[in-house]
DNA sequence: TCAAGTTGTCTATGATAATAGACAACTTGA
DNA sequence: TCAAGTTGTCTATTATCATAGACAACTTGA
C-alpha cells in the first residue's frame, strides 16, 4: 500500500499508525505496562507492511510512550508522575495537572496504637489510640502509591468510615473541620517492593520503589496526620523546588 | 528542505502549507475573491520550494476552494451563494445570512411598453406604459447576477430614480407605500451568458447563467413587479425548500 | 531442550516528496 | 508596444515513504 491509496493526505501511513496507536493509549484500550499486539498483528489490523508499523512503533518509542523488548513485545510505558515536593502537596492535583485522573482507593482501615516513632510525629503519647488507614493512589488506572496514613484515634474518629466515602485524605480532613493544612518534614529513601505492596501496585518482585515519610500540620504547626508511602519508581519522579 | 527538517512529523510540507492557506480564508485574511500572494511570495514566508506551494494550491483548488489564472495569479473562490428560493426571497436578507454585503447598483432605467408576456404577468393591457430597471446584485464585490424589472408606470412613477436612490426592491416598494410582498410563479432555466451580461458580471463568455423569471405580489396577490434574473451559475446554489 | 513467537537488521524495489533550474505562456500596467 | 510579474510545464536530483522478503537474536512456555 502507498500513500495513493489513502487519497495522498499528505500525512504518511506510519504517521495514522502511530496515532492510533497513541489514542489507543490515551483512552485506556492499552494501559500502561500493557503488551501491545504484535508488529504483525498490529500491521494487519491497519493493512499496512510490518516496517511500517515499526516507524510507528520508533517514533513512539522515541517520545518515550512504548518500549520495545526484542523477543517478548512491545510495552506501553508508563510516563513518570512529575510530583512536585512543596510545603503544598495535593495528590489529586498534581495527578490532575498532568492530565491525568487521579484515583484514591481503599485498602484497609484499623485501629492501632502510638509506637514511639508515631508518638513523636503526632505529638501523642505512646499508646494513643490511632486510626491506621491503608491506602492506594492512581493516575489514570496506573497505581502510583501505596501509602500508610495514621491519625489520632481521639481527633479523627471514624476516620476509615470517612475515607472509604471521600476517597480523598483533603476531603476526610475538611469533613473534620480543617480548612488548609502544608507539609511538615518529608523524608525520602529508596527501597524494594516486597510481596504486599507488589500485588497493591501491579508491579513485579524486586522492583525499587521511593518510601516517603512524611507529616502534614495545620496552620498553627499542629500535627494532623503521618504517613509512610511507597512509590513505584518507574512511575514517578520527585520535583524538589527551591 | 525536506521533511526532516521539520522534524520528521510525518505530515507533508505541502499539506502544511495548504492547511495555512485554507485557514487563512476561513478566518478571513484571504477574502473571498482576494488574490492570494504569489507562488514565490508563499514559497519564501513558509521556507519551502515554489513547487512545495505549488503542489498545496493544486490540492486547494481540486477542492474549489483556490482558482488559479494564468499570467494573474491565484484567487480565492468564491464559495457558492446559497439561495433558498421561498415565498419570500430578499437578495439582501440571503446575502446577509451568509456574512457578506449585499450591494445593489442600478445599470439602467427606461420606459418600456408591455408586451403580451409582460401585461399578462403584470396583469395590465397590452402596451401599457411600463419602467424597466436594469439592475447588478453583488455579494461583497462579487457580481452575482443582473436583472431586469419592470413595473407599471403607472402605479410606480419614477421608479427608476427611486431605484437609483435606495439600491433596493425592497425599499423602493416601500416607498410607494408598499409593505410587504410575496414570490408568485417562478421559473428557472438555464443559459449561456451573453456578452452584454458578460460585461457586467465580470464573466468569461461561454459560462452558464441560471435564468429566472419571477413575478411578486402584493398580500392581495396582485401582481407588483415582474423580473427577468440572470444568475452566474457558478456562484449562486438555489435551495429549493418543501 | 525445543518450537513458536517476538523484535532487530539487512537488502531491494517502486512511488512519493521536496528541491532546483529553466523556459513557455499569459496578464497587467506603464 | 514592452517590461515586469504571474502561472504552467518540463527535466533532473536527492531523500523519504512504503512495500517485500529473508534471516538473526531473543523470549517464552511447553
Not at 92 to 114: C, F, H, K, Y
Amino acid at each position: 500500500m502507498s500513500m495513493q491509496d489513502t487519497a495522498s493526505s499528505g500525512v504518511a501511513l506510519w504517521r495514522l499508525v502511530a496515532d492510533g496507536i497513541e489514542r489507543g493509549i490515551a483512552d485506556g484500550r492499552f494501559a500502561a505496562g500493557d503488551k501491545l499486539p504484535g508488529e504483525m498483528e498490529i500491521a494487519e489490523t491497519y493493512r499496512v507492511n510490518r516496517h511500517t508499523v515499526r516507524r510507528a512503533l520508533a517514533a513512539l518509542a522515541e517520545r518515550g510512550l512504548v518500549r520495545a523488548e526484542r523477543g517478548s513485545g512491545t510495552y506501553v510505558e508508563a510516563q513518570k508522575l512529575a510530583y512536585p515536593l512543596r510545603s503544598r502537596t495535593r495528590f489529586s492535583e498534581i495527578v490532575g495537572a498532568g492530565g491525568r485522573e487521579p484515583r484514591g482507593q481503599l485498602i484497609e482501615a484499623s485501629e492501632d496504637v502510638a509506637t514511639r516513632e508515631l508518638a513523636r510525629e503526632l505529638g501523642l503519647k505512646i499508646g494513643a489510640p490511632l486510626v491506621r488507614i491503608e491506602a492506594i493512589r492512581l493516575a489514570d488506572r496506573t497505581p502510583i502509591c501505596v501509602s500508610t496514613t495514621w491519625l489520632s484515634a481521639e481527633l479523627f474518629p471514624n476516620a476509615g468510615v470517612v475515607f472509604a466515602a471521600t476517597r480523598s485524605m483533603t476531603k476526610l480532613l475538611e469533613h473534620y473541620g480543617v480548612r488548609d493544612y502544608r507539609r511538615g518534614a518529608t523524608r525520602i529513601t529508596a527501597g524494594i517492593v516486597d510481596a504486599t505492596d507488589a500485588a497493591r501496585l501491579d508491579l513485579p518482585l524486586g522492583r525499587p520503589i521511593l518510601v516517603v515519610d512524611a507529616t502534614d500540620l495545620d496552620l498553627d504547626g499542629k500535627p494532623l496526620v503521618t504517613k509512610h508511602s511507597r512509590f513505584v519508581a518507574e512511575r514517578v519522579e520527585f520535583l524538589v523546588e527551591p
